[in-house]
Every structure is written in C-alpha cells, then in structure tokens.
C-alpha cells in the first residue's frame, strides 16, 4: 500500500482546509487509517482515525468538533475536513494505514501500530 497525502497549504485563523489520502492497492478497504501531524521541535501526535468500515472514527481533544475524518473505500481515499483552524494546528500532516489490532481507540492512536506512512501535507494557519 502506498499513501499520498495533499490538501496542505496556508490558510488563516478561523479557515478551513480539506486533506485528502490517497491510496494504491487493494488491501486499503481492509486497513484502518490515521491522521497524524508534527510541528516543528514536536513529536508526531495523534489527530484522528477511522476504522476499516468508516464505523468508527476518534480525535484528539484538541481537534474534537473541528475535525471530521471520512472515507470512501470504493476510491482508496480517506479526507480529514478541518475547520475553525488554529496557529496551534500548523504542522506536517501524515496519513497512515494498516490493519490495526485490536481497533480500539487506546490502540489506533498510537502511531507505532501503523504499517504504511504517506509523505506528508504542510499546514500552516497564520493568525
């Protein structure tokens, strides 16, 4: 499986920007999938997931309300919707798959249980 993430750009305070993972192969519709994002002197922190079926989704508190992750498994994509962007959600967002188990929320937050890494969509919300 191979991830590309886009949608990343600037945007200020109070906007909103939709990112979009794409995927190749056929195992995606299988595979829970992840977003996650870095800002710079950070380390990489959780923002929001989605199981294989779309049946269930979790956020970050810090994007709860804000955030809303979809996905269309008939074209390998999954989206994160942001709106109400904050500077605080300036980053390098990465989307990320894999058949993480057990699907609970304690275990698909964690990055180290994700098998496939897109390259990565720069964030940067002026203030």
């Known amino acids: 499986v191979q991830l590309q993430a886009s949608g990343g750009g600037l945007v200020q305070a109070g906007g909103s920007l939709r990112l979009s993972c794409a995927a190749s192969?056929?195992?995606?519709?299988?595979?829970?999938v992840g977003w996650f994002r870095q800002a710079p002197g950070k380390e990489r922190e959780f923002v929001a997931t989605i199981t294989w079926s779309g049946g269930s989704t979790y956020y970050a508190d810090s994007v709860k309300g804000r955030f809303t992750i979809s996905r269309d498994n008939a074209k390998n994509s999954v989206s994160l919707q942001m709106n109400s962007l904050k500077p605080e959600d300036t980053a390098v967002y990465y989307c990320a798959s894999g058949r993480v188990l057990p699907a609970t929320a304690a275990v698909l937050m964690q990055p180290g249980h994700y098998d496939y890494w897109g390259q990565g969509t720069l964030v940067t919300v002026s203030s």
């Open positions: 192969g056929r195992t995606f519709s299988t595979h829970n």
